[in-house]
Structures are given as C-alpha cells and as structure tokens.
C-alpha cells in the first residue's frame, strides 16, 4: 500500500479500480486544516489526465505491473515497435498510448515499458536524451544576446528553445521530464 506521503513523480498506484501514474503533485501543509496533496496523474489505459486532491495518509493499492526493459526499433504505420532484449519478443504501441515519450524516441533508445494486465500501457524514456536538430533558423553573426532563444525542431518532431548558436546537424542533450535543452553535444 502506498501513502500519500510516498508520493513522487512516477509513482503508479491504483485509484478507483484503475491505474494512474502520477506526473505531477505537491504536498500542501496550510495553516489550519489538515495537510493534502494536490496530485495530478495520467490512466495508464487511457492516457487521460486527472487532478485529484488527496488528504493526508490516504492509502492505495500497488497496481499489479511489470516493467520490462526494450529497445525501441522503429516506428511505422502500425505504430511504435519495441523488442525485448530478453526473448527477442517484440509489441507494437499506437501513438495514442505513447504519451509524451513520443518524442524522445531514437532507433535502438533502452526504455522501460509497464505492462498492465499483459497489456503494454507506459513507456518510460531515460532522464535525458541525445536529439539531432532537424531545422533552426541559422545564427547571425555577431548576433550573441546573453540568454537569447529561438525555436529548434528535434528530429522527433519536439521543438525545443535552444541557444541562437544552435545550428542545424547539432546534437543536443534535452531532459525529458522538462523537455529543455541541457547542452550540446560535442562533436566526434
């Protein structure tokens, strides 16, 4: 049984009879009154977002999944391959059921996937990912403001805001929990 003082980012616990991941939340203590967790979570079988108000010490139930590590394959008309590094078995998921792990996606990417019921249901993708930039507007020479941003699409199809030195063919390091560019990755 999980507490609502076990919460964290990622946590999957069972809420009326489904399960939820939860993706954001935080403790609240007010001056009067008892402590209470704002929480927001996704269903791990719809991908629906809820935001629910917990008191404190409310107990859960551990939803019954499996996490089973994959390498990301391909992604085609039937949707998002991944194989078992185990077995050699592979699954196929719909975007629909990708979330936002979508994009972070690389060929031969080592992710988490949670399977529900038998049923592949959470993809979970590293902390940080290494992205090529697919097109930026070029620099301008001289054009050096400290902090300036302009827009980059990854070649996922994210659009990051990146640094104006950012140009196309670079490989960026981007945090998948923010979806922010980290650094650039030097060249080999």
């Given at each position: 049984m999980y507490e609502t003082s076990d919460f964290k980012k990622g946590l999957k616990m069972m809420v009326e009879g489904q399960p939820y991941?939860?993706?954001?939340?935080?403790?609240?203590?007010?001056?009067?009154?008892?402590?209470f967790s704002r929480t927001k979570m996704r269903a791990m079988l719809t991908g629906q977002n809820l935001e629910r108000t917990?008191?404190?010490?409310?107990?859960?139930?551990?939803?019954?999944?499996?996490?089973?590590?994959?390498?990301?394959?391909?992604?085609?008309?039937?949707?998002?391959?991944?194989?078992?590094?185990?077995?050699f078995e592979?699954?196929?998921?719909?975007?629909?059921?990708?979330?936002?792990?979508?994009?972070?996606?690389?060929?031969?990417?080592?992710v988490t996937i949670t399977i529900y019921n038998d049923k592949p249901v959470l993809v979970d993708v590293p902390n940080a990912v290494?992205?090529?930039v697919a097109s930026?507007?070029?620099?301008?020479?001289?054009?050096?403001?400290?902090?300036?941003?302009k827009p980059a699409t990854m070649?996922?199809?994210?659009?990051?805001?990146v640094p104006l030195h950012i140009a196309e063919g670079?490989?960026?390091?981007?945090?998948?929990?923010?979806?922010?560019y980290v650094s650039r990755e030097s060249m080999k």
């Open positions: 991941v939860i993706v954001d939340f935080q403790h609240v203590k007010p001056g009067k009154g008892n402590q917990f008191k404190s010490g409310e107990k859960f139930e551990v939803p019954n999944v499996e996490n089973v590590e994959m390498t990301f394959l391909y992604k085609d008309d039937s949707g998002y391959n991944f194989m078992n590094q185990v077995n592979q699954i196929t998921m719909m975007e629909h059921e990708m979330g936002e792990s979508k994009n972070y996606l690389t060929e031969n990417l080592v290494n992205l090529k930026t507007e070029p620099g301008i020479k001289g054009d050096r403001v400290t902090g300036a941003q070649e996922t199809g994210l659009v990051v805001s670079d490989t960026l390091r981007i945090d998948t929990e923010t979806g922010e």
